[in-house]
């Protein structure tokens, strides 16, 4: 299957910048999104939205209570949550529900390697004593949402993609731009623009795999794109393909890490890796 030329890219770029069927955010994310804006929205009136949807709840509840937070006592209700999570956690946990058919339908492994992109995000925030570890866990989560977007909308493009990655050993977002002239990270901002997502999410959403040119939130970026590292070296899901990209001299010294940092952050890890069936299976 060989590779489309300069004018099939820039006509697929397009095609792509004209996609109508991006995933919706669902009419509850939407209201939840306008209510967070407002600072004298509290936290019983945005778990009382968000109850109103019984299937949702429940995930969120779910995903909550499980090792993937490590939370010291059980959250029995939505405000509750909200209080200990914060909004923009819980946003995060109602947006990933929204989709999680769709990524497993898209590409089997892209939710296990999500979720654990996140508890390996959570885990290096955790070690490095940061304070925004659990919103720096959902920019994991959605991490890598534009490969869903591609494969709903071109899955004829998409299949020519894992062709290449097969036959010539490369890393899915290198074939993707060799395919489409640009990849994953790229769409996955516009989705979070189309989401209204903020730019906490949108940077590392684009430039995980590039995180020397996050301007705004580098940090945030600097640390999904280590753990989207540490994940894929460890086996947990699949995201396209089976390489494991060095870690960017930039990410290290923007974060201040050291080799002998990472047995506090495998410490931090393990058991949540080793709990989280219960989010995989999850429905």
């Known amino acids: 299957m060989s590779a489309p030329n300069v004018s099939d ?29 407002n600072p004298e929205t509290s936290a019983a009136e945005v778990g009382k939205l968000i109850s109103q949807d019984q ?14 937070f490590g939370m010291s006592r059980k959250i029995s209700n939505i405000p509750s949550a ?9 946003k995060g946990l109602v947006l990933t529900s929204s989709v999680f058919d ?3 339908k898209s590409m089997g492994g892209l939710w296990e390697h999500s979720i654990g992109c996140a508890a390996a995000a959570g885990a290096v925030a955790t070690a490095l004593g940061r304070d925004d570890a659990e ?6 989560l959605l991490h890598d949402l ?13 299949a020519m993609i894992r062709a290449k990655v097969e036959e010539e050993n490369l890393f899915f977002y290198e074939a993707e731009t060799a395919i489409l002239d640009f990849h994953h990270g790229e769409v996955g901002l516009w989705l979070a623009e189309h989401w209204n997502l903020p730019e906490s999410l949108g940077e590392p959403m684009r430039l995980h795999h590039n995180p020397e040119r996050a301007v705004v939130y580098p940090e945030c970026t600097a640390i999904v794109h280590i753990a989207d590292s540490i994940i894929r070296g460890w086996g947990f899901g699949f995201p396209g393909d089976s390489l494991v990209p060095p870690i960017s001299p930039a990410a290290w010294e ?22 989280l069936s219960e989010l995989t299976q999850a429905s």
């Open 102 to 104: 769709m990524i497993q």
């Open 135 to 140: 919103e720096i866990l959902v920019a994991g």
């Open 82 to 90: 909200l209080m200990i999570l914060g909004f923009d956690v819980v």
């Open 254 to 275: 923007m974060l201040g890490l050291k080799v002998t940092d990472f047995p506090a952050i495998l410490d931090i890890l393990e058991p949540k890796l080793a709990n």
């Open 55 to 68: 299937v949702l709840s429940a995930k969120v509840l779910r995903m909550a209570n499980s090792a993937f």
């Open 146 to 158: 534009g490969k869903v977007v591609l494969a709903l909308n071109m899955p004829d493009e998409v």
């Open 9 to 37: 890219r820039m006509t697929a770029k397009r095609e792509v910048r004209r996609i109508k069927n991006l995933p919706t955010v669902p009419g509850v994310v939407a209201k939840i999104s306008r209510m967070v804006e």
